[in-house]
């Protein structure tokens, strides 16, 4: 615990660039709010912090800062799973083979891109072009010797981008009107104690079962696993304020806008030029995917666009709370493909590996 709370000192800890970060994410909330612009805590703080890293001021969300952040959209996602839909879980088996299907379609024509459009190295295309798991694919591509810092900027810009144009293209496709007044959840002021101590008391729960686990997003899976079990059993039927998961969607959008800060100017336009030819890309495939499974099987189609999202499983999700669709749903399709692409990832690199290694050898 000690070496945690050292963390914090006045001396290693960023707390003006934090503050002036959730300030300036909270104008571009506020702004976005007043004009009813999709999610304006997420897009807001978002886009704000961006331009804010653009032009090199001093912000900063640190890595530390997001655990806690995570823990609470976590145990919010899993209070979406109830004991009603335990039974019609078994219809979503079609909707979730395609999903795998357009994992390795799309992975393999983003691998392709990246090295022929973007002359990325092996390893880094092949990272870079997975649909999923950032900080996944960063660890193992610095394990086969990729360019980390590519990667990361690819999946961050990916998310990023997904992020930004996803509202819209709900807005075109779904029919639905998405205005910053969506309001989730009951206030803290109308919500007992007991809530806000089922919350917690999920969260850091879950966050020990996720390390213990090592699970993908550990942080983020472990307490949305330990919230579904407690509510699909009935449990408890706990849900969080809509001030809580306000605050976490500024926090998450600020770092996600200022995960570019001290990047050079060249390189961020150089990777948002290769990101925004892969992401139209992504998104189109998974526009038609959800629009084939809606025909097939009359599901609706807002919930469908925002499973097959190439969007992060955090914020896609967000969204779907926000726009209160089915969350159990999306995180579940969100869930898998994290899952598949983690796995799938790590065996595909190792039987590659080894290929190269044997024609080196011969």
């Known amino acids: 615990m000690r070496p945690f709370l050292t963390r914090f000192a006045p001396g290693k800890f960023p707390y003006r660039r934090l503050f002036l970060a959730l300030a300036i994410g909270f104008i571009g909330g506020c702004i976005f709010f007043y004009f009813h612009l999709p999610l304006p805590w997420m897009l807001g703080a978002l886009v704000a912090c961006l331009f804010a890293s653009l032009f090199n001021m001093p912000v900063a969300v640190p890595g530390i800062v997001r655990p806690p952040m995570l823990m ?26 395609v999903l795998i299907i357009f994992v390795v379609v799309t992975a393999c024509c983003c691998y392709v891109y990246f090295r022929r459009a973007g002359g990325l190295d092996h390893w880094t295309a092949f990272f870079s072009g997975m649909p999923g798991g950032l900080v996944e694919m960063t660890a193992l591509g610095e394990v086969y010797g990729a360019n980390t810092r590519i990667i990361a900027l690819v999946h961050s810009s990916r998310i990023m981008l997904v992020v930004l144009s996803l509202p819209f293209l709900l807005s075109f496709v779904g029919g639905q009107a998405l205005t910053g007044t969506t309001r989730a959840g009951a206030s803290i002021l109308e919500t007992p104690i007991s809530a806000d101590l089922w919350l917690f008391g999920t969260g850091i729960c879950g966050m020990f079962l996720g390390r213990l686990l090592s699970l993908p997003s550990p942080f983020l899976m472990g307490p949305m696993l330990v919230s579904a079990a407690i509510h699909l059993t009935g449990v408890s039927e706990f849900h969080a304020p809509w001030e809580i998961i306000a605050f976490a969607q500024l926090v998450l959008g600020s770092a996600l806008g200022c995960s570019f800060a001290g990047v050079k100017k060249s390189d961020i336009l150089h990777i948002l030029q290769l990101s925004v030819g892969s992401t139209i890309f992504l998104v189109a495939a998974s526009t038609s995917c959800a629009m084939l499974v809606a025909h097939i099987s009359g599901r609706p189609i807002l919930s469908l666009l ?15 709370l926000s726009l209160h669709v089915d969350v159990a749903f999306v995180a579940t399709h969100h869930v898998l493909r994290v899952f598949f692409v983690a796995v799938s990832a790590t065996f595909l690199a190792r039987w590659l590996k080894r290929g190269r290694l044997a024609k080196t050898d011969a």
């Open 72 to 97: 609470l959209v976590g145990v919010v996602l899993g209070s979406g799973f109830t004991p009603t839909m335990a039974g019609s879980m078994i219809d979503w088996l079609p909707g979730l083979i």
């Open 306 to 320: 925002l499973a097959y999202s190439p969007g992060g499983l955090t914020e896609t999700s967000l969204m779907a």
